[in-house]
């Protein structure tokens, strides 16, 4: 693998690195001449998006040619031996560029003294370099370690390194003034190289934290012929560290490795803020670690960043305390793990938040009064169900006290109805036998009218009428 391939990787202008803070510098429409373009991740930018003219500079053959697609012009060979200054010598650019190059030259202050020539009156040479004296550096070197790394601060391709000071000595020795100076941060355990604050022995974390500079992974400055063609004055670099970060750990099916994250610097305040991340493909998990440190977390919005914005799932946190969107982490490692919903490509995401740091010296009483309150709420859990279990019992025994006298009252209405019953029944078969009655009744009544007719129209009730008569008489007398 050549010295620039192995930087082939995605252009990420979402997060701050310096390729995004040396294009934030870069005009629309400008004349670039840019050193070490590698793939041309950075060049393809400045064409397709800021419509800039590049020329470029870069030894690797290959990664030269996937570059050239993209610029004006390319010299293929290494910067130090300076065709390119004779390919290039009759044009003028607004801006030239040494992205992570400086590094891996002999003398890199003879090739910024000659590109300075081709820079217009008010150009600006942009260049990012790594920080030798890096907290990670000095803690390895204090336990008499020194390992060159496959990249990073100790790249085992760098052949000369810097530190603030000597960058700003080195440009100053090449006729420049810095206009503006930039960074980007990353505290020691977060690096390439594996030490911790707590990796010496007899020096508390503290110190490290406090040292100066000592957490800038990379200056990236610019800087201008003079000062009458400096129109701004920026210094971005913090005083002290910036002790607070954010990382996202990425799982491809094989767990989390500190090989597979990003980390971002964050500030500590009370507003919201917002970070946004382009996920790689194949990750299947993300791990969220909000602060290098115990905090109370309020994770407004974690979202896929698309048409139809996607929450994503949490799956597990170490959270010492949770409820919805709010965090307590006791420990110096908080984490959550999110998944998508239907294990889809995460794409690009956003996540919302707001913290508060947890002292150190605080974290146990918090953590003790959290239990305390644990415990008072189980204590309180445990009554509730127990009256509630007794609620239920006395209810279940009412409602069978209930029950049963509605059994019984329905069974005696039962009984009650079955007499009624029994009484029609009787009833019925008194008035059957009392209509047959009245039937022979009416009956014998008609034959005995029917005799009385006869007997009335016979010749001895007509003979025997005078003797009636004197009946009655006798009667009435």
């Known amino acids: ?117 081709l820079l217009k009156q008010d150009g600006s040479i942009l260049l990012s370099v790594p920080n030798l004296a890096h907290n990670s550096v000095a803690i390895s070197l204090l336990n008499n370690e020194f390992e060159y790394t496959s990249t990073g601060l100790l790249d085992n391709t760098h052949i000369h ?84 970060y954010f990382q996202i750990f990425f799982d491809y ?8 994250h990003k980390t971002i610097q964050i500030a500590v305040h009370d507003e919201i803020q917002k970070l946004e991340f382009d996920i790689p493909r194949g990750v299947r998990a993300i791990r969220v670690d909000p602060l290098n440190g115990a905090c109370m977390l309020e994770l407004k919005k974690i979202y896929q ?29 908080p984490n959550i793990i999110f998944v998508t919903e239907e294990e889809e490509e995460f794409g690009h995401i956003a996540v919302e938040f707001r913290f508060v740091t947890i002292d150190k010296l605080k974290v146990k009483a918090i953590a003790a009064y959290f239990e305390s309150v644990q415990r008072e709420m189980l204590e309180y859990r445990k009554q509730i169900t127990e009256e509630k279990e007794r609620l239920v019992r006395e209810l279940s025994a009412s409602c069978d006290r209930e029950v049963a006298q509605v059994k019984q009252e329905n069974e005696q209405i039962k009984q009650e109805n079955e007499q009624i019953k029994r009484q029609l029944y009787e009833m019925k078969a008194d008035t059957n036998r009392t209509r047959q009655q009245l039937q022979e009744s009416h009956v014998q009544i008609g034959e005995y009218a029917q005799t009385v007719d006869i007997l009335t129209e016979s010749t001895s009730w007509r003979v025997t009428r005078p003797i009636r008569k004197i009946g009655d008489f006798l009667k009435r007398i």
Request: glycine share 6%; with cysteine; aromatic share 14%.
């Open 253 to 260: 099916g094989e767990g989390f490795s500190e090989e597979n």
């Open 161 to 244: 390194f810097f530190t603030k000071n000597s960058l700003d000595h080195a440009i100053e020795r090449c006729g420049l003034i810095v206009s503006k100076r930039f960074a980007t941060y990353a505290p020691a355990g977060t690096t390439e190289i594996p030490v911790t604050n707590a990796s010496v022995v007899g020096i508390d974390e503290s110190y490290w934290k406090s040292r100066p500079l000592g957490e800038v992974y990379q200056y990236i400055y610019e800087a201008k012929k003079g000062f009458e063609f400096v129109t701004e004055t920026e210094n971005y670099l913090h005083a002290g560290t910036y002790p607070y």
């Open 305 to 333: 960043k698309k048409e139809e914005k996607k929450e994503l799932k949490l799956r597990y946190t170490n959270a010492f305390y949770q409820d919805r969107d709010k965090y307590i982490f006791t420990e110096d490692d």
């Open 1 to 117: 693998m050549s010295i620039e391939s192995k930087y082939d990787f995605d252009l990420d202008l979402n997060n701050t690195n310096s390729l995004s803070l040396i294009i934030g510098q870069i005009k629309r429409g400008s004349a670039v001449l840019e050193f070490g373009p590698a793939n041309g991740r950075m060049t393809r930018y400045l064409k397709e998006e800021l419509g800039c003219r590049v020329y470029l500079v870069e030894i690797d053959e290959e990664a030269g040619k996937e570059a050239a697609k993209y610029g004006e012009d390319i010299v293929i060979d290494d910067a130090e031996n300076y065709s390119w200054y004779a390919r290039y010598e009759n044009l003028r650019f607004d801006y030239i560029t040494f992205a992570d190059v400086l590094e891996h030259l002999h003398d890199p202050e003879k090739l910024l003294k000659k590109a300075k020539s």
